[in-house]
């Protein structure tokens, strides 16, 4: 997505999510979770999930490319917004800048949080923080983000998980192609 290729980077970090990112979260989510979506963008990850029986109860976005999704920014969640929600997921902007900061408030709503993320991030000095209340890293494939090209990215790609007051850093999961929850809801 721009950082080593020749392609200009998409405005805002709208990058819809691959449907070949799927599978290895929904391996983890008992289903049917009813969910938010704070960075829904084109709705391309709601329609994935609703595919496989999960609600989006709240799909948000600053600039939503879908009549279906609210026109608001993700800062502004309190968690009077998250009544009736079991879980956040998101494939949030990458850019730090963007990224740091939503990451940080979605934290402080008060439910587990799954993101799809490239798995560099994990790695970087100025990530600790946030690193250490990762739970669980699920890899994916490397995933095509921009429809009608020939390769997939350069980069790897991991589902993140964020359960509610973890602290100790991820476990890093092996890539996986079954279908079973591993965790379950409160």
Known sequence: MGRRSDFPRIAK?????????????????????????PTAGNGALVRGLAEHGHICR??????????????????????????????IIGNLPWSWSLFQPLLEHLLTLGLPIWILRDTPWLFNRRSSALVDRCALVQPTRRLRWIPNTKDCAKDDCAWHFFPTGHRGGPKILPRIEVRRPTWSLP
């Open 13 to 37: 970090d709208l990058y819809s999510t691959p449907a070949t990112a799927l599978p290895p979260l929904l391996v983890h989510l008992p289903g049917p979770v009813r969910y938010l979506e």
């Open 58 to 87: 709240l799909a948000i976005d600053l600039e939503p490319a879908d009549p279906q999704i609210v026109r608001r920014d993700a800062l502004s969640l309190t968690s009077a917004d998250t009544l009736g929600i079991d879980l």
